[in-house]
């Protein structure tokens, strides 16, 4: 990692995990074993890790706002959301605003009309507290 720009050692460590773990992932995995899908579960049991350790890691997006993801039913968007952190809650928005710890959490799979254009955000709140940054979505 280059470090010019990286003043602390805290953002460092941001900067580096989970990424340092997922590119383990890739060296130490023989090429047949290699799954992306089998990859995510592995990696979400890592955090709880990440945490006892005290790392300072970047906590990661809600899976589900891309277009490989939103099921269109007739005039309205299907959204299944989910996360790559144990224990952790997703909290989302419909009006454009930022989510945080106060915003609608996410229990189940939900639908938003296509009428009108809608921005859909969303955060993963991991257990410890600490937000992912949000990613988003726009309907239109």
Known sequence: MWTEYITTPEKAEYMLFPRFMA??????????????????PRMGQQFARLDAKKINYRVPEPLGLDSASVVKQG???????????PGSQIRY??????????????TKPFT????????VRAVTVAPN????????????
Request: proline content about 8%.
């Open 75 to 85: 005039n309205k968007t299907v959204l299944t959301l989910r996360t790559l952190v």
């Open 112 to 119: 938003v009309p296509q009428s009108r254009q809608i921005t």
């Open 93 to 106: 928005t419909l009006d454009g605003k930022m989510p945080d710890e106060t915003t609608e959490l996410y």
């Open 23 to 40: 590119a383990a992932e890739v060296a130490w995995t023989p090429a047949a074993l290699k799954s992306y899908d089998a990859f995510l």
């Open 129 to 140: 507290g600490r937000k992912s940054p949000p990613t988003e979505l726009l309907i239109k």
